[in-house]
């Protein structure tokens, strides 16, 4: 597996779905034209990619532990091919709608992909994780200025939906080129971590982080969706500062991905960024929500963004796949699901909420961060370390162990031989022989190399050798069942 090269397919990815995020809503004003609608037709178009996301997130995690990361990242792909090549040209309304819940499809798949292939791939998944954020955010950054060359020079707005097709073709055929990681295998040290943990923090623990999945989602929604009208109603905000704020909002955002990048990077612990995030983005908001002074709102607009969207979304979810290493897909899919609920519901609230005032739709994000940090609070108490007994260990905790690890063991010996199967396909397919000395000799090597305690290397060697006899004969026997079947 080349993991550079893999990952910067990947990023390139996040960089096209930051392009399908606002690429509707870039082009209102043209699809109006092309559809010969008022704008509000759009923006119900616009409303399906959401509808997608929330009926394909946790099927299409769930699904991806079964049959692998590599399919979901490809559906994501020409689902959203599809969507970036028949939008410009459709003039069915509801025909475009259904693109829409399509590219919500697309972003549902891609998730339930990509976040687990970055933990599976071991090293530092987390930063890995919070880095698809930055690349998100630089697709929603460039569109809006190609759009602006397109619409200066007239040319046609179709150009930048085939614009991001071609980039997605080229990275189908680059990230298809790539050997994605072992599915479902997880860091020895963090299950054995977890395996600790007891049963009811865990489910406490599990519970806490999917109402973040909510929270975080819905924060950033209602800040984006009512700012700019509640500083020019309620403290009488020119309209260009109104709008400064929520472009605050988005250096701060970009600013965070990279500082939380680092801080992951240099192995700061998750739960102290959410406490730490959380904590800053709530008295952002308090400022933002009750000072009328314009350059302190400002200041608090950036710290908000930096805050509530730079990527702390994608910290927790880290921290719910660690939690849960075996099913990273179901969670993936169950995190972004209550995402998505919150994408639904929180425009239903605050609407209501506006009959009564824009003020009190804008503050009741304090409610929801409030909210927020109570959870990631109550998470931290959950997965707080385990203290460790003083008592000796007894026969029956040493064997419970080795349990654990046999469980282990086995799984990867299971995905060692589906491997063994498909490369005696090959041999087969080329005319080479089941042994090659060469190729087991290095592996002995390898093992050799590996091992952390030199006393125990030869007895490695030998358990690796009965590995590849056992594998040798599987082949073997492999290879006469497809000869008796033709």
Same mark, same amino acid.
């Given at each position: 597996?080349?993991?550079?090269?893999?990952?910067?397919?990947?990023?390139?990815?996040?960089?096209?779905?930051?392009?399908?995020?606002?690429?509707?809503?870039?082009?209102?004003?043209?699809?109006?034209?092309?559809?010969?609608?008022?704008?509000?037709?759009?923006?119900?178009?616009?409303?399906?990619?959401?509808?997608?996301?929330?009926?394909?997130?946790?099927?299409?995690?769930?699904?991806?532990?079964?049959?692998?990361?590599?399919?979901?990242?490809?559906? &994501?792909?020409?689902?959203? %091919?599809?969507?970036?090549?028949?939008?410009?040209?459709?003039?069915?309304?509801?025909?475009?709608?259904?693109?829409?819940?399509?590219?919500?499809?697309?972003?549902?798949?891609?998730?339930?992909?990509?976040?687990?292939? =970055?933990?599976?791939?071991?090293?530092?998944?987390?930063?890995?994780?919070?880095?698809?954020?930055?690349?998100?955010?630089?697709?929603?950054? %460039?569109?809006?200025?190609?759009?602006?060359?397109?619409?200066?020079?007239?040319?046609?707005?179709?150009?930048?939906?085939?614009?991001?097709?071609?980039?997605?073709?080229?990275?189908? !055929?680059?990230?298809?080129?790539?050997?994605?990681?072992?599915?479902?295998?997880?860091?020895?040290?963090?299950?054995?971590?977890?395996?600790?943990?007891?049963?009811?923090?865990?489910? *406490?623990? +599990?519970?806490?982080?999917?109402?973040?999945?909510?929270? +975080?989602?819905? %924060?950033?929604?209602?800040?984006?969706?009512?700012? @700019?009208?509640?500083?020019?109603?309620?403290?009488?905000?020119?309209?260009?500062?109104?709008? %400064?704020?929520? @472009?605050?909002?988005? !250096?701060? @955002?970009?600013?965070? *991905?990279?500082?939380?990048?680092?801080?992951?990077?240099? &192995?700061?612990?998750?739960?102290?960024?959410?406490?730490?995030?959380?904590?800053?983005?709530?008295?952002?908001?308090?400022?933002? +929500?009750?000072?009328?002074? +314009?350059?302190?709102?400002? #200041?608090?607009?950036?710290?908000?963004?930096?805050? #509530?969207?730079?990527?702390?979304?994608?910290?927790?979810?880290?921290?719910?796949?660690?939690?849960?290493?075996?099913?990273?897909?179901?969670?993936?899919?169950?995190?972004?699901?209550?995402?998505?609920?919150? @994408? =639904?519901?929180?425009?239903?609230?605050?609407?209501?909420?506006?009959?009564?005032?824009?003020?009190?739709?804008?503050? =009741?994000?304090?409610?929801?961060?409030?909210?927020?940090?109570?959870?990631?609070?109550?998470?931290?108490?959950?997965?707080?370390?385990?203290?460790?007994?003083?008592?000796?260990?007894?026969?029956?905790?040493?064997?419970?162990?080795?349990?654990?690890?046999?469980?282990?063991?086995?799984?990867?010996?299971?995905?060692?031989?589906?491997?063994?199967?498909?490369?005696?396909?090959?041999?087969?397919?080329?005319?080479?022989?089941?042994?090659?000395?060469?190729?087991?000799? #290095?592996?002995?090597?390898?093992? #050799?190399?590996?091992?952390?305690?030199?006393?125990?290397?030869?007895?490695?060697?030998?358990?690796?050798?009965?590995?590849?006899?056992?594998?040798?004969?599987?082949?073997?026997?492999?290879?006469?069942?497809?000869?008796?079947?033709?």
């Amino acid at each position: 597996m080349n993991r550079k090269m893999l990952s910067g397919s990947l990023y390139l990815n996040y960089f096209i779905h930051g392009l399908g995020l606002i690429i509707l809503t870039q082009n209102m004003q043209a699809l109006s034209h092309h559809w010969q609608t008022p704008l509000a037709t759009v923006s119900y178009v616009v409303s399906g990619i959401g509808i997608g996301r929330l009926m394909a997130y946790f099927i299409l995690g769930n699904l991806s532990d079964r049959f692998g990361r590599r399919l979901f990242v490809n559906l &994501g792909m020409l689902s959203y %091919l599809v969507f970036f090549l028949a939008m410009p040209f459709v003039t069915n309304i509801q025909l475009a709608y259904g693109l829409a819940i399509l590219a919500g499809i697309a972003n549902s798949a891609l998730d339930s992909g990509t976040y687990t292939t =970055f933990m599976e791939m071991g090293g530092n998944a987390g930063a890995a994780n919070v880095f698809l954020k930055a690349c998100m955010s630089a697709g929603e950054f %460039l569109l809006p200025l190609l759009i602006a060359l397109l619409d200066q020079r007239q040319w046609w707005y179709g150009w930048s939906f085939l614009i991001a097709a071609a980039i997605l073709v080229i990275n189908f !055929v680059w990230l298809n080129r790539q050997t994605f990681p072992t599915r479902n295998q997880g860091s020895a040290q963090v299950v054995e971590q977890r395996a600790q943990l007891p049963r009811g923090r865990r489910l *406490v623990a +599990s519970i806490g982080l999917a109402g973040y999945g909510y929270t +975080s989602m819905a %924060l950033m929604i209602l800040y984006t969706q009512w700012i @700019s009208l509640f500083v020019t109603r309620t403290f009488g905000f020119h309209q260009v500062l109104a709008h %400064l704020l929520l @472009s605050l909002y988005s !250096v701060g @955002s970009i600013s965070g *991905v990279l500082i939380i990048f680092i801080l992951l990077r240099r &192995g700061i612990a998750e739960t102290k960024l959410l406490i730490g995030m959380n904590g800053g983005a709530l008295a952002a908001l308090l400022i933002v +929500s009750y000072s009328a002074v +314009s350059w302190l709102s400002m #200041a608090a607009a950036l710290a908000f963004g930096f805050c #509530a969207a730079g990527g702390i979304m994608q910290v927790g979810l880290n921290l719910f796949i660690k939690l849960h290493p075996r099913i990273k897909g179901g969670v993936t899919g169950l995190y972004f699901t209550f995402g998505s609920l919150a @994408s =639904f519901t929180v425009p239903l609230i605050t609407g209501w909420l506006s009959q009564q005032s824009v003020a009190t739709a804008m503050r =009741f994000d304090l409610v929801i961060g409030l909210a927020g940090l109570m959870l990631v609070s109550l998470v931290t108490w959950a997965l707080r370390p385990v203290k460790k007994t003083q008592t000796a260990p007894t026969l029956a905790t040493q064997r419970q162990r080795i349990n654990q690890i046999d469980a282990q063991i086995v799984t990867l010996l299971n995905d060692r031989f589906e491997t063994v199967n498909a490369i005696g396909q090959l041999k087969a397919q080329t005319h080479q022989p089941v042994l090659d000395s060469k190729r087991e000799a #290095a592996v002995l090597a390898q093992v #050799a190399t590996t091992s952390r305690q030199t006393g125990h290397t030869p007895y490695l060697q030998a358990i690796f050798q009965a590995i590849m006899t056992n594998s040798r004969a599987y082949q073997v026997r492999l290879t006469r069942k497809d000869e008796t079947n033709d």
